[in-house]
């Protein structure tokens, strides 16, 4: 069973020399020791093992999965093994204008430990009741459309009002025992986040009072294809659901999603409105989990004259980000910037990454390296723990997954969270582990954000960032930095990498 769970620092700055921050070709990659500890008020956590579910879990802000589709969710589970969940759907990525409210019942009982991925338990569910609440006519049409394009979901529309027949308000079923057939699957979808299970704790610090107990609720994470949600069984967490009673603060959402039902969706305070300024550093807030079993932690800087990038990967064997495997040093460039038409807010940006660097951290990775052929990763020389080694003349490293140069279609936004404090969220990932190389493939939900280190969140030439004052009220808790997997900007780590972690 795994300990504490320490958020890892950035621990240093990555930087580069002149040429190497100026053009794809000269220059070596290193670090300077000015990023400090990104969270310097978080607390360690320590995973609840077995998990204790036992009470109502909310969640902490507007969360978007892969479509785009924006949601809040409010899960009760009790001491019988039952569980009530609300998911509230909305039209706007703010949760602002609700659309459609869904309840479900079932009963959950866990199982044992993972053995996919480390730190989680496994469990089983099946549902009772599913019935949802339309909020506007459109919603009701949506719906509906997108029922009619199967056969089996144009049996289960009939199920649901005529426009002139809708009752705002009203509960229809779509899955019960007096219910045919389950239209789960027309509707794409599934409560197999349930399957998937991590409770952690820690404690976050009060200006002159007493600590205060934070838990966080994570559930195993959607794939990003949306025709594959019915058979995926998770292996990584979506953003966490924090304790309705147990919640750090301020959190202007909280108070709203725990008060809300089926019938009454929250509506969400407006965000300001923030241009995408990427200057400064930005670092995980504490030990990533994502798919297919990866354990890493990130920083990235980003300079605005060039617009280039450089990236700092280290990999990890363990959920605890204790024992690391491997470090991958990047750098490239970025272009694009126009903004979202498929996520309101966010941005589109073209990633490039031509330059990488590989230290391997542990016995298994150095040796792997050194009986793989040297054109592939590095060129002739034997590796050593601990030492780190150019890889761009051999266009990247094949057992690592590691193509040179690589080009990636991304989908960025920067928010506020209650304190001020900047975040960076990247697009999310593809579950299957490919790449998003063309502009098709572009994300349509993020991942966790990362968190500004140090410098403002602009351009050098553009006007300093302000810290806006917290919020007086609701008090509540703001989103848990210790969240799911963030993105892997922008390399990509194929099949013969993660047949070694």
């Known amino acids: 069973a795994p300990g504490p769970v320490a958020p890892q620092p950035c621990g240093r700055r990555l930087s580069l020399t002149a040429e190497a ?6 220059g070596h990659l290193r670090w ?3 990023c400090q500890h990104p969270l ?3 607390m360690p956590s320590t995973a609840v093992l077995p998990p204790r579910l036992d009470g109502p879990w909310i969640s902490t802000g507007c969360e978007v999965r ?3 589709e924006f949601l809040t969710r409010s899960y009760t589970f009790y001491p019988n093994r039952l569980f009530r969940a609300y998911q509230f759907y909305y039209r706007d990525p703010f949760c602002q204008e609700p659309a459609h409210s869904l309840l479900i019942k ?18 089983d569910y099946h549902l009772h009741k599913v019935g949802i609440v339309f909020h506007s006519h459109q919603a009701l049409l949506d719906v509906t459309g997108r029922l009619n394009q199967t056969r089996a979901g144009q049996d289960c529309s009939r199920r649901l009002p005529t426009t002139q027949a ?3 308000g009203a509960l229809y079923e779509l899955l019960s025992a007096r219910a045919e057939g389950d239209c789960m699957a027309a509707l794409g979808f599934t409560m197999h986040e349930l399957s998937l299970v991590r409770v952690q704790r820690y404690l976050q610090p009060q200006p002159g009072a007493a600590s205060q107990l934070v838990e966080e609720l994570y559930l195993g994470d959607i794939h990003t294809d949306w025709a594959e949600r019915q058979q995926y069984r998770p292996t990584g967490y979506q953003r966490p659901l924090q304790s309705a009673l147990h919640h750090v603060r301020p959190c202007p ?3 709203l999603v725990a008060r809300s039902d089926v019938r009454h969706p929250p509506a969400l305070p407006a965000p300001p409105a923030l241009p995408l300024r990427l200057g400064g550093r930005w670092v995980s807030a504490g030990c990533e989990v994502r798919p297919a079993v990866l354990f890493l932690t990130r920083a990235f800087a980003f300079h605005g004259p060039g617009r280039s990038w450089e990236g700092r990967y280290r990999h990890f064997s363990d959920p605890a980000c204790r024992r690391p495997t491997f470090t991958v040093l990047a750098a490239g460039r970025y272009s694009g910037g ?3 038409a498929r996520v309101r807010g966010a941005t589109e940006l073209v990633f490039e990454v031509t330059r990488a660097h590989v230290t391997p951290m542990d016995r298994v990775t150095t040796a792997m390296l050194n009986v793989s052929e040297p054109s592939s990763c590095g060129g002739p020389g034997a590796w050593s723990v601990g030492t780190e080694r150019d890889v761009t003349a051999t266009n990247g490293c094949l057992p690592l997954g590691i193509r040179l140069p690589h080009v990636e279609y991304e989908l960025f936004k920067v928010e506020h969270d209650a304190l001020g404090q900047s975040l960076l969220f990247i697009g999310q990932r593809p579950t299957d582990g490919s790449s998003p190389d063309t502009p098709e493939k572009r994300p349509t939900s993020y991942q966790a954000p990362l968190v500004l280190c140090g410098g403002d969140a602009g351009d050098p030439s553009g006007p300093p960032q302000r810290r806006p004052a917290p919020p007086e009220a609701p008090r509540g808790g703001d989103p848990g930095p210790r969240v799911a997997p963030l993105p892997l900007l922008p390399l990509v780590l194929g099949a013969a990498f993660l047949r070694w972690l």
Do not use: I, Q
């Open 338 to 340: 126009a903004p979202s």
């Open 166 to 168: 809708w009752l705002p």
């Open 106 to 123: 079932g009963k959950v009982r866990l199982r044992r430990a993972s053995w996919v991925t480390r730190g989680a338990t496994e469990a």
């Open 66 to 68: 892969p479509g785009p």
């Open 40 to 42: 310097p008020d978080r």
């Open 32 to 34: 300077e020791p000015r």
């Open 253 to 255: 959402a909280c108070s």
């Open 21 to 26: 921050a100026g053009a794809a070709g000269g």
